[in-house]
């Protein structure tokens, strides 16, 4: 991760939360980290002057770039570095470096920042999770977006809770309907003896000046739906 306007490196993202936040490793943490499993002095980002352009060479071919050295050991350079240079005298070893910096640099970019670039206009345009407010609305798009990131509380010590009022109610509710079916079925109105074996006479019990057994019926019917859930 870079700043948006000055080329300063902070480090690498490792994670997101819910809301879009990142998670940063500081670069100088992950360069000592690199320089302990190396065994080398010093781990160092390249520069601008450590990929030379040769004349006459397009940028991006193999034998226009030629990067130095980024990383020092304890024991002076690489083996292969020391290899190539045994080759050649002093003099000639000087006069090539000496030729290699005189020559005119090309900066190559770095893809990474490019692609990063790239994401970050392209968030910008379609991601919708920035053009709402920070908060639950922010929250509720990025669920939508990340499935499983969403998580919701149970609530299982007030649901068990209303679970029993429920019951103890629908007990109650159980005990005056009981009474209400045998008050109807022992009574003298030829239309209440019905309601025990007809649900139509019952259903039409308003019809007959009395409704109570209905209306129990009814309430009763509403709080079973909500306790059975």
Known sequence: MVHH???ELYGHIVATDALGD???IPALDTF???RECMGVAAVLLPTRNDFIATPGKTPGSKSCVSPSVRFESQNSIPRSCNEDMNTSSNSSRATDLDRLSKAPATYIPDPMHEKLRDVELANDCISPIRQVPVGYPK????MNLQPEMAIFRRFGALNAQN???LQAELILLEERLREIQVSDHTSAHREKLKYALNWYQLQNSPDHGDSSQL???LKIRCLLKEYSQ
């Open 32 to 34: 000592e980290n690199i």
């Open 215 to 217: 209306d129990l019926v």
């Open 139 to 142: 929250l509720a798009v990025q």
């Open 22 to 24: 990142g998670y940063v």
């Open 163 to 165: 679970l029993l009022y």
């Open 5 to 7: 306007a000055a080329p």
